[in-house]
């Protein structure tokens, strides 16, 4: 059992954090307030190749597989939520189901494209009557000739107002149930392709949401990623590594907030005395120390899983629900270390508390990764 990380993801784990330090931590605020990550900041991110960087270099990604990726994410996620949430979306579980499921041609023109930042990615599964139960969405694609006809609606996709393509899910054959879905790539501009207000959320300012509405909107039969009825299992594939990567951005925010709760411990005084010389706060610090560092090693090993094209569905679960919930009571005691000043509006505290919440709910809830965790025991008592 090797626990070493390659040199060359340790130099860009490295590289990745002066560039957080240096670009995005200092406008971290800015984003929230204005609800809009610099256009310069998202140009630097694409130039240097963050849009791609689990793809393979054959199709003009940096092919440092999940583990590179996460360790790149977890430096992202320290700064503000916003930034892994828009790579995340664009490039775990968009990018990763053309990865997944589209062929040469759709590879090389559209992963390319995403791989070098010139397309931006949505992923179009959830729907106002099935967000836990994703197999049970209403939107349908009728085949009629060489194309598909699509009408119907999803909710709250990431990226949703900005992307340059979507991949979306639809039934072609409602008596199959999940059998019967099948996933397409849309691009901007489609006729028939229209989109709702902009959600307004509680946290993740900067990256946007909204619906999406289809209303006999023609796709290409070759802008179908798969063979019919294969839509579902690839969606949870790429969702495997969307958890996953998830995870590791839960677990950068989380480190950021301990960093700065060690460091408010240490001049913060009171009585006389620091306030990290109480055990009281000396617990907490140890109490997230411990958890993070739990967390981590699950994201490491759940990557390691994937790059080994091994099946890692009960460990994304796992990691999942685990560091979601994690950064919740991580960023709880961050905010109970820093008092009264961790409640104002321009704390990063404050911003990380609300930003971590909404982890235990997208891309499975908390209790759906539970149901996908007991099934597997039930299923195979000597796991």
């Given amino acids: 059992m090797d626990f070493e990380i390659p040199e060359e993801l340790v130099d860009l784990k490295k590289s990745i954090r002066e560039f957080v330090d240096k670009e995005l931590l200092p406008v971290s605020q800015q984003v929230e307030d204005e609800d809009k990550i610099p256009d310069n900041v998202m140009k630097q991110m694409k130039e240097l190749g963050y849009f791609g960087l689990p793809f393979p270099e ?62 931006l990615g949505a992923f179009g599964l959830t729907e106002p009557g099935s967000g836990s139960d994703a197999a049970s969405i ?58 709702g207000k902009t959600d307004h959320k509680m946290g993740l300012h900067g990256s946007h949401t909204c619906p999406l509405f289809f209303e006999d909107m023609e796709v290409p039969e070759e802008n179908r990623l798969g063979p019919e009825g294969t839509g579902f299992y690839t969606a949870m594939k790429a969702l495997d590594g969307g958890r996953v990567s998830l995870a590791a951005g839960a677990v950068g925010g989380a480190q ?10 240490q001049q913060r005084h009171q009585f006389g005395k620091a306030i990290g010389e109480n055990q009281a706060i000396q617990w907490m610090l140890a109490d997230m ?39 919740g009571r991580v960023a709880d005691k961050a905010v109970q270390i820093h008092g009264g000043m961790a ?5 990063p505290i404050e911003r990380g508390y609300r930003d971590v919440r909404i982890l235990r709910i997208y891309e499975g809830t908390s209790e759906v990764q539970r149901m996908i965790i007991a099934g597997d025991l039930l299923k195979n008592s000597s796991r």
């Fill in 138 to 195: 209403r939107t349908t694609a009728v085949k009629k000739g060489d194309r598909y006809i699509i009408n119907g609606q999803k909710i709250w996709i990431t990226n949703g107002p900005y992307a340059d393509l979507i991949t979306v899910y639809a039934t072609t054959d409602k008596t199959l149930g999940a059998r019967g879905i099948s996933a397409f790539i849309v691009e901007k501009g489609t006729p028939g392709l229209d989109y």
């Fill in 343 to 347: 409640y104002m509006h321009d704390s």
């Fill in 256 to 265: 950021f907030m301990l960093e700065a709760s060690v460091k408010h411990a």
């Fill in 58 to 119: 054959e199709y003009g990604g940096m092919g440092v597989g999940y583990l590179g990726y996460c360790l790149a994410l977890e430096e992202i996620g320290r700064a503000n939520a916003a930034y892994s949430n828009i790579l995340g979306a664009h490039t775990s579980i968009a990018g990763g189901t053309i990865n997944l499921g589209g062929n040469h041609q759709q590879k090389d023109k559209y992963l390319r494209g995403m791989a070098e930042g010139r397309y």
């Fill in 289 to 327: 120390e411990t958890e993070i560092h739990a967390a981590r090693l699950m994201v490491y090993h759940a990557a390691w899983l994937l790059d080994q094209g091994k099946r890692a569905s009960h460990e994304a679960a796992i990691v999942k629900v685990y560091a979601s919930e994690m950064a």
